[in-house]
């Protein structure tokens, strides 16, 4: 079982409608949690970034932590062609060598006109 | 803020040679950066983590003698593929995270490299 379990996709929503991503970890030790965008050929961008449990908003992107459920969402409120692209989800333990991430599969998103 | 540059973006070279790709964090320093490499379509995959004069810790599987990874100041740190072969041909990424920042990476836009 990997430790962090993200479904590849690929999800495809109309424009405005409202995405929820998600992933899955079986390692109780993982305290920061964060969602990278990544476009084709590009590197991933940093987007929302929470530590333990809890909502973070940003904009139309909102975080959730559940750890109880060790359980991690990012949603998109008002989806536009330009969130196209593949979302990571990432998380780390408190203490380890040197800020190791964790990444999920990625799921690639499509948001059509 | 948190700007990370590599160069070059994509480079094409014959089998056999060597490639070396440069990492900088541009308006911050790091102790730490991290190489990553990234097949079409699936998740990236690190390959060492480089400390600041220190030697890099490299993942398992990863032969540290085919990826040379330099970390010459707390603002950049070099990958060299010596000896490059066509399966070496992928998408290489590094990251930085910044001293004192918060706990997270800031990630390069990638180098595309092409082994022929």
């Known amino acids: 079982q990997k430790e962090v379990e993200q479904d590849p996709g690929p999800l495809s929503v109309p424009e405005g409608a409202i995405v929820s991503l998600n992933c899955t970890y079986s390692?109780?030790?993982?305290?920061?949690f964060m969602w990278y965008r990544q476009y084709s050929r590009k590197g991933p961008e940093l987007l929302m970034y929470?530590?333990?449990?809890g909502n973070k908003e940003d904009g139309r992107f909102t975080a959730q932590v559940d750890k109880s459920s060790k359980y991690i969402s990012l949603f998109i409120r008002d989806s536009q062609p330009s969130d196209s692209a593949t979302y990571l989800c990432?998380?780390?333990?408190?203490?380890?060598?040197?800020?190791?991430?964790?990444f999920g599969q990625g799921t690639e998103l499509s948001v059509k006109p | 803020g948190a700007v990370v540059s590599q160069h070059p973006s994509w480079v094409i070279c014959k089998s056999g040679t060597s490639v070396k790709i440069e990492c900088r964090s541009l308006?911050?320093?790091?102790?730490?950066m991290f190489w990553y490499r990234q097949f079409p379509k699936q998740s990236l995959m690190l390959m060492a983590t480089?400390?600041?004069?220190?030697?890099?810790?490299?993942e398992q599987g990863v032969e540290k003698d085919k990826f040379l990874i330099n970390h010459a100041s707390l603002t950049l740190s070099t990958l060299t593929v010596t000896s490059a072969h066509p399966e070496d041909s992928s998408f290489y990424i590094c990251?930085?995270?910044?001293?004192?920042?918060?706990?997270?990476?800031?990630f390069g836009p990638g180098t595309r490299l092409l082994v022929l």
């Open positions: 990251s930085a995270r910044a001293v004192g920042g918060q706990e997270t990476q800031y």
């Open positions: 390692n109780s030790a993982f305290q920061y």
């Open positions: 929470t530590y333990s449990s």
């Open positions: 990432a998380m780390r333990v408190l203490y380890n060598q040197g800020g190791k991430l964790i």
């Open positions: 308006d911050f320093q790091a102790t730490t």
């Open positions: 480089s400390n600041e004069g220190s030697k890099a810790t490299y």
